[in-house]
């Protein structure tokens, strides 16, 4: 009967609740700068450049059997994020979230390196390699650990706000990275339309290799970022980052609790 009347309250008190503003988002910025800054990076950090273009690296490097690489590609991508899944309340969001950014950084210096390098042989095998590793750290960090982490930072009473906001960052900085990776492709490595098919490729290989090492550099400020301005929120609530030994404040509206009483 008292769970009964608790949840009747609970229903009277989301009813009486005001709407919630973008300036009740606002009122405590840091973390949705953060929500943000973290969604801009899944995009930019060139995940979907990297899962469109997969075949096509396979075939610059000089991997004969590209829908083998690229089967196994889906393989180790849905293993990594099960893996992930089962280590992430373990382990902590941050420390997920960094080393899988690490293993990014350094899969894509090593992947537009054998692009720039040479064909075939070793050069091919590294950048399989770089490509399964690559995206093994972005389903072990970024793309399993930033909505867990995101709800953790965020009050209850302006999650939905605010996750709609997150959202809109993430689907139009993927937007930006789709219609502008070809074009990147083209203007990093000089094609043009007087090429032969055999210049055109090379030139488009070598505009990949660019590319990616353009996408290391995004990723390597993000590696920066996630270690002096993400907090560790395994285990926490957004009241518990008032402290000011923590990274961020939040600032909790006390109508919160009224709200919720």
Known sequence: ?????????????????????????????????IGCVLNFMQAFTGVNSVVM?????????????????T???????????????NITDR???????????????????ALSSSLLGGDGGAVAIVAVISVLTY?????VGLGAVVWPMLSELMRNRVRGKAVSLFLGVNWGSNFIVAMSTLLAINSLGGVSDSMSDEEASLAKKRGVG?????????TFVSVVYIAIKVPETKGKVPEDFISGDDRISLLIDKSDTIECA
């Open 53 to 69: 273009y997969s075949t096509t690296i396979f075939g610059f490097a000089g991997f004969n059997d590209s829908i083998l690489a």
């Open 135 to 139: 995206i093994s750290g972005f389903a």
């Open 91 to 109: 382990y902590g969001r941050k420390v997920l979230l960094l080393s899988g950014t690490c293993i990014m950084f350094v899969s894509l210096v």
């Open 71 to 85: 089967g196994l590609f889906g393989i180790v991508n849905f293993s990594a994020t099960m893996f992930s899944a």
């Open 210 to 218: 660019y590319l990616y090492l353009l996408f290391s550099c995004v």
């Open 1 to 33: 009967e008292s769970e009964g009347i608790d949840l009747s309250h609970e229903a009277q008190a989301q009813a009486n609740a005001k709407p919630v503003s973008w300036a009740d988002v606002f009122a405590s910025p840091e973390p949705v700068i």
